[in-house]
């Protein structure tokens, strides 16, 4: 079974403040997909990176980054100098390797940005 | 990316009445399409996965026979809630996968409010 897990329910931060959100993950698969969506309030999912168990490599894109570290089953999303826009629900997802696969989502995490 | 359009993405009925939603991929055809619900401050959690032309297959504690699924072309898929109840309230999300791709591309997502 699949099980994604992000402790932090809620982070308030005020504008310019990086926030870190964590995400921990656990599957017996040895290759697998790792995702982080962001749903404002409007409710749709925003897809902002997919990840695959092979490549470890961190990742930046603008102000965010993302670091996968398989060894302690992580793969954590960092907001650089966050702004009031950020505000949104952040959601971990994991899914299996094989293509057409479910996601399965952790908690999700609530990030308030406040100005 | 892919566009995958739901429709409507708000709904109130009354009590008893079924409401018909709508998951249309635009420019791919969708293998599988799976579908999500989503309580207030909760997580998505998956109900079904649907693949074309076969019958779908339901989460544990889904019932079948209230939300029925119905993947008849390679573009739809449609849940249908029957006998809506106040509790069947919530947010409904589609997601459309290629055979070739572990790339989900979700819907806009519907809001459904039964009174």
């Known amino acids: 079974a699949q099980k994604v897990t992000q402790a932090q329910t809620e982070i308030s931060v005020v504008e310019k403040e990086d926030v870190t959100l964590d995400c921990v993950y656990e599957?017996?698969?040895?290759?697998?997909?790792l995702f982080w969506y962001k749903q404002p309030p409007s409710g749709e999912l925003v897809f902002l990176i997919r990840?695959?168990?092979?490549?470890?490599q961190n990742e930046i894109s603008g102000r965010y980054s993302w670091n996968f570290q398989k060894s302690t089953s992580s793969f954590n999303f960092t907001i650089t100098a966050s702004q009031v826009v950020d505000s949104a629900v952040y959601f971990c997802?994991?899914?299996?390797?094989?293509?057409?696969?479910?996601?399965?989502f952790g908690g999700g995490t609530r990030v308030l940005v406040k100005p | 990316g892919a566009v995958v359009s739901q429709h409507p993405s708000r709904v109130i009925c009354k009590s008893g009445t079924s409401v018909k939603i709508e998951c249309r991929s635009l420019?791919?055809?969708?293998?599988?399409m799976f579908w999500y619900r989503q309580f207030p401050k909760q997580s998505l959690m998956l109900m079904a996965t649907?693949?074309?032309?076969?019958?779908?297959?339901?989460e544990q504690g889904v019932e079948k026979d209230k939300f029925l699924i119905n993947h008849a072309s390679l573009t739809l898929s449609t849940l249908t809630v029957t006998s809506a109840h106040p509790e069947d309230s919530s947010f409904y999300i589609c997601?459309?996968?290629?055979?070739?791709?572990?790339?989900?591309?979700f819907g806009q997502g519907t809001r459904l409010t039964v009174v």
């Open positions: 997601s459309a996968q290629t055979r070739a791709s572990n790339e989900a591309f």
């Open positions: 599957t017996r698969d040895t290759t697998y997909y």
């Open positions: 990840r695959n168990s092979f490549d470890e």
């Open positions: 997802a994991l899914s299996r390797y094989v293509a057409g696969n479910k996601l399965t």
């Open positions: 420019d791919f055809q969708a293998t599988t």
């Open positions: 649907s693949n074309e032309g076969s019958k779908a297959t339901y």
